[in-house]
């Protein structure tokens, strides 16, 4: 992979951060019966909140998105009717509805960051995101196949440029989650829909 540089200092790089919210994170919420489990999400929680502080100290804005209560009212039309029509995509969250979309314990959120909230996959669905790009952003957060994909192919159709925090993406623990990750961050990604980096790399002690 060529190398590349920022064109702008990076505090001019909003980071945003993508579901890292209970349900997608907190053992509590893990189905093993269904082989959902989100050990490897905890286990980069603690690196995102240092990445985070660093950026938001350094005067980078940050941009914490989390999805609606994700029940038949708030979702759109289009979501409710796959999950009507192919019932193994169907995923309405029945249990704890008020506290599933809550941010994860794990995480640091600051009065000084922006909060947005999402009912679709994509980030971009809300409008008030795009009013707060210009340009270029980082992205992180979970799941790497899921909203955090939805979110670069769609930001990038906007023309928005795409830096991926390759070690604060995650996904669930199963092979085949891990194994979409990486074809992501490894060859998708770099290829079609901006710059892989890792986190380190652009705060270096």
Not at 69 to 84: H, V
Not at 105 to 114: H, K, S, T
Not at 178 to 197: A, D, E, F, T
């Amino acid at each position: 992979m060529a190398p590349f540089t920022f064109s702008q200092s990076i505090k001019e790089y909003p980071l945003v951060v993508i579901d890292v919210v209970k349900g997608c994170c907190d053992a509590q919420y893990e189905k093993p019966e269904w082989g959902l489990h989100f050990s490897k999400v905890r286990k980069m929680l603690p690196k995102l909140n240092d990445f985070v502080k660093k950026h938001r100290d350094n005067g980078g804005l940050i941009i914490w998105v989390k999805p609606t209560p994700w029940t038949k009212e708030y979702l759109p039309d289009n979501i409710n009717k796959l999950y009507q029509e192919n019932p193994n995509a169907t995923f309405y969250v029945k249990d704890h509805i008020d506290e599933y979309n809550d941010f994860s314990d794990a995480v640091e959120v600051e009065a000084c960051d922006i909060v947005l909230e999402k009912n679709s996959y994509s980030a971009f669905t809300n409008p008030r995101l795009s009013e707060l790009l210009n340009g270029s952003y980082l992205v992180s957060g979970v799941y790497a196949d899921g909203c955090v994909n939805a979110t670069i192919i769609d930001g990038w159709s906007k023309g928005y440029f795409t830096y991926i925090l390759s070690d604060l993406v995650e996904s669930m623990d199963s092979e085949r989650k891990q194994n979409q990750r990486s074809q992501l961050l490894s060859y998708g990604w770099p290829l079609m829909y901006g710059h892989v980096i890792y986190s380190e790399k652009i705060y270096r002690e």
